[in-house]
């Protein structure tokens, strides 16, 4: 099993970034896929970004296509998001998770273990 910490996330205005970090123990992060997922106000939780277990290839919901940029350090057993031109619907809680499945993926049930969550409001 690997347990997931989020950190990084506060308050911070329109246009602003944030560096979300996810820092996995118990087990290694490197032969996972991890991603990042999120939930807003009043909204059901949502995918947001995925990255494989070598880093080298990266899918986003179009919604944060360039502006969010989802990385890992496998030495660090951590897992990155950097989000950048923030606006206001990025309001939520930001969750990562690993994937359990083998194949690629950006379906909730496919994500085994999740983090408690980190909150991110942005300001208008």
């Known amino acids: 099993q690997v347990q997931l910490v989020e950190s990084g996330g506060g308050l911070v205005q329109t246009g602003g970034s944030l560096r979300l970090s996810c820092a996995g123990s118990?087990?290694?992060?490197?032969?996972?896929?991890m991603g990042w997922f999120r939930r807003a106000p009043g909204k059901e939780r949502e995918f947001v970004a995925t990255i494989g277990w070598s880093g080298d290839s990266t899918y986003y919901t179009d919604s944060v296509k360039g502006r969010f940029t989802i990385s890992r350090d496998n030495a660090k057993n951590t897992v990155y998001l950097q989000m950048n031109s923030l606006k206001p619907e990025d309001t939520a809680v930001y969750y990562c998770?690993?994937?359990?499945?083998?194949?690629?993926?950006?379906?909730?049930?496919?994500?085994?273990?999740w983090g408690r969550g980190t909150q991110v409001t942005v300001s208008s």
């Open positions: 118990g087990r290694t992060l490197s032969s996972y896929a």
């Open positions: 998770a690993s994937r359990k499945v083998s194949y690629f993926s950006t379906r909730i049930a496919d994500f085994g273990s």
